[in-house]
């Protein structure tokens, strides 16, 4: 491929990023200093055009909990030849649609197969939970759950349904014999109810 | 006993942790790196005051935001509270949200029902 053409692979990626409204796409080690930018990069821009503050805070947090999974799971994760102490992973924030009325989080991030069902099953559990059934896993998982090492308490995933309201969506696609790659998409309601 | 004061960051919270003047306050944001590291000192502190604690606890929470991380660290600490009301004291959370946070009103209620403490909410 020509020197042009590859430049111009930069432009397209960037139309792209423009048509699915993306506003960040990041695919790294996710470290703390990471996470702190990035929230007050999406805090400030929604500053900038008087978001409600509740919603605001919805997305900070979501933001903070979606980041986290990332940068926790990184024992458990490591593939890549780059073995740091932090999480690798995608990360994308954007609107949906042509009248924004969403806003989504996607993480995607590798994870040993050996993990895969149970993950899985804590996803599916949490779907299939109301209001009052969240708030009672969350209370068993805090009451329960203890803080591992690293600092997760596994209360992330229940979390994020509960502030959103929302199902979550996510895909498993395999990566190779040992891996698979774990999407996850949250999706934040701009109306206020 | 030691006072301690550690002063509030982006990330932090502000805690005060003062027996002879009666304060114990946690207040601001809470997303630290590492959760535990963070509230060791303070899980220490209530350790240490249980054993001749003042005959009234007022247990101030004034926090804008808290991770999920956070929240587990901060039911422990509630935990040690409850060991001091056990031993026949008077505990008493005075738990503040900002007025439009339900969720951090919904956050306090949820911690009222785990633990045997009672709470006086307050807006602001």
């Not at chain 2, 039911?75 to 505990?91: M, P, S, T, W, Y």
Request: glycine share 6%; with cysteine.
């Amino acid at each position: 491929m020509g020197n042009i053409d590859y430049l111009k692979l930069i432009y397209s990626l960037h139309e792209d990023m423009m048509a699915k409204k993306f506003t960040l796409v990041y695919d790294g080690e996710i470290t703390h200093q990471i996470t702190k930018a990035f929230t007050s990069l999406a805090e400030s821009k929604m500053d900038s055009y008087s978001e409600d503050s509740s919603i605001k805070r919805k997305v900070f947090h979501v933001m903070v909990e979606c980041l986290q999974n990332l940068s926790k799971h990184a024992e458990e994760y490591e593939f890549r030849e780059s073995k740091g102490k932090y999480g690798n992973g995608i990360f994308i924030v954007g609107k949906i649609g042509k009248e924004e009325k969403e806003y989504q989080v996607i993480t995607g991030n590798a994870v040993d197969r050996e993990r895969v069902p149970e993950l899985k099953a804590l996803l599916e559990k949490i779907n299939q939970l109301d209001k009052e059934g969240l708030k009672e896993l969350f209370k068993k998982q805090m009451r329960e759950g203890s803080l591992s090492e690293k600092g997760g308490a596994g209360l992330g995933l229940i979390d994020i349904a509960r502030k959103t309201g929302e199902k979550l969506e996510y895909h498993f696609s395999e990566m190779d014999k040992n891996n698979y790659f774990f999407i996850l998409r949250t999706k934040i309601s701009r109306s206020i109810d | 006993m030691d006072v301690i004061k550690i002063k509030g960051t982006d990330d932090t919270p502000n805690v005060i942790l003062d027996a002879e003047n009666n304060i114990i306050e946690f207040s601001g944001r809470s997303l630290p790196e590492d959760v535990v590291t963070f509230y060791a000192p303070a899980i220490q502190w209530i350790e240490e005051y249980a054993k001749n604690p003042n005959p009234k606890t007022n247990v101030i929470f004034r926090l804008e935001y808290f991770n999920t991380a956070s929240s587990k660290a901060l039911l422990d600490i509630l935990l040690k509270f409850e060991d001091i009301l056990n031993e026949g004291n008077e505990v008493v959370v005075q738990w503040y949200y900002q007025e439009d946070d339900e969720d951090m009103l919904e956050a306090g209620e949820e911690y009222s029902e785990i633990v045997d403490i009672p709470f006086e909410m307050h807006s602001y």
